[in-house]
């Protein structure tokens, strides 16, 4: 676990230009003229660069979280294939999944069905994918 903690980078936030407004965080590269994130100043926030990537030890593998503290203790390589994004709980009731198959629930659902999925899913034995599972802890 010590050599995991010395190899893993922290990688900063990358904000959108214009945060101040109703905007999606999701990041675009600012190309104003007189833009001064893009000039580098360093109190307007980080530029996405090449420097920023991950260690090349954990690309392509899993991080298992730490419930408590919702940080990655370890990467594996992902032994699940996906089998299929689900949209509804038509898509889902729909699915059977084997030992190394998972699904994938959709970034557009809201919170209270999604915690019903979860729950469906764990009943009847429906693998999710792990990411997804790290921020229910309490489901019913």
């Known amino acids: 676990m010590s050599e995991f903690k010395r190899d893993y980078k922290r990688i900063p936030t990358f904000k959108r230009n214009a945060l101040q407004r109703k905007v999606p965080s999701s990041y675009r590269k600012p190309k104003g ?22 260690n ?20 594996e390589k992902s032994k699940l294939t996906l089998l299929k994004i689900v949209e509804n709980f038509s898509q ?40 997804q599972l790290r921020k229910f802890k309490n489901i019913k």
């Open 33 to 54: 003229l007189f833009n001064k994130r893009k000039d580098g100043h360093k109190s307007k926030g980080k530029l996405v660069k090449i420097g920023y990537g991950q």
């Open 56 to 75: 090349r030890k954990y690309k392509g593998k899993l991080p298992s979280f730490d419930l408590v503290d919702n940080k990655p203790i370890n990467y």
């Open 92 to 131: 889902l009731k729909e699915i059977e999944t084997k030992e190394k198959e998972c699904i994938i629930l959709s970034g557009s659902l809201g919170l209270r069905k999604r915690n019903m999925m979860i729950s469906y899913c764990l009943k009847n034995n429906i693998t999710i994918f792990p990411f």
